[in-house]
């Protein structure tokens, strides 16, 4: 991700906006003194949020990008990025039946751009799509893969203990909805929702060569909950 502002500089000829330097690291707290601190990395298409409470790990929101999503000239054209969260979600989408897609279906209309956004602090969506108890066994399998794909991208342990968590307390619940077009280079959106996360899909900027992706933790994003966890448990903050 970080590379494709060397594509989008030959592109535009802007070294001031394509710079693959311009990523930045910033810290909250002292990781030496603190039982609770945090970091993040940022930059274009990139923003990683962790917060650490006694060794205690949460990692989200987690954004990723890709523009453009496939590279269209050059020496490295046919290139792509986040090509397997878009390649699964369409194999996940094309293995429904006619009566599978008309639940996991929700609007014709694809969304301009993830519909969380910037904010802050997000609920769940509306419950639209189809549940993974509603599929089949080789459904499941391919909804799992990419599950986790998303997971793939935090520290493995952080993700099995993730995974772990949502297959025994609330996968069957977790939706998968669709919206758009359902072939490659027609714009789509897809999102994938449970009780404690959100992930959101889009391609439709550029021609559908531009990817964003999102996780969101209802409860834990910037570390919500073991902030709450901290104050509440915390000696220092009981005294105060």
């Given at each position: 991700m970080?590379d494709l ?13 394509r710079n693959?330097e311009?990523?930045s690291?910033?810290?909250y707290g ?13 930059g274009?298409?990139?923003?990683l ?9 949460e ?6 990008g ?7 000239s050059?020496p490295r054209?046919g290139?792509r ?6 390649d699964?979600?369409?194999?996940l989408?094309n ?6 897609k008309k639940?996991?279906?929700?609007q ?8 969380t ?6 609920k ?7 549940m ?5 066994k ?7 893969k990419?599950l986790?794909?998303?997971l ?18 609330e996968i069957?619940?977790?939706?998968f ?7 490659l280079g027609?714009?789509?959106y897809?999102?994938i ?13 550029d021609k559908?060569?531009?990817i964003?992706t999102?996780?969101?933790?209802f409860?834990?994003?910037f ?11 915390s ?6």
């Amino acid at each position: 991700m970080i590379d494709l502002e060397n594509i989008l500089l030959e592109i535009s000829g802007d070294s001031i906006q394509r710079n693959p330097e311009m990523y930045s690291v910033a810290f909250y707290g002292n990781s030496e003194k603190d039982s609770l601190w945090a970091f993040s990395f940022e930059g274009h298409y990139i923003s990683l949020n962790f917060t650490i409470h006694n060794g205690k790990v949460e990692i989200a929101p987690l954004f990723l990008g890709a523009s453009p999503a496939r590279i269209l000239s050059g020496p490295r054209e046919g290139e792509r990025t986040l090509q397997k969260e878009e390649d699964l979600g369409f194999e996940l989408i094309n293995s429904l039946s006619e009566e599978q897609k008309k639940v996991a279906l929700f609007q014709e209309k694809s969304f301009f751009d993830i519909v969380t956004g910037k904010s802050t602090e997000v609920k769940p969506l509306s419950p639209v799509g189809i549940m993974y108890a509603q599929l089949t066994k080789n459904q499941q399998l391919i909804f799992l893969k990419l599950l986790d794909e998303y997971l793939s991208t935090i520290p493995p342990k952080q993700a099995e203990k993730r995974s772990n968590k949502i297959k025994s307390q609330e996968i069957n619940e977790v939706r998968f909805g669709w919206a758009r077009a359902t072939a490659l280079g027609k714009g789509q959106y897809y999102r994938i929702q449970g009780k404690s996360f959100l992930i959101e899909f889009d391609n439709v900027q550029d021609k559908s060569n531009h990817i964003h992706t999102v996780w969101r933790d209802f409860d834990g994003d910037f570390g919500r909950y073991i902030i709450k966890e901290h104050y509440k448990n915390s000696d220092h903050h009981k005294h105060e």
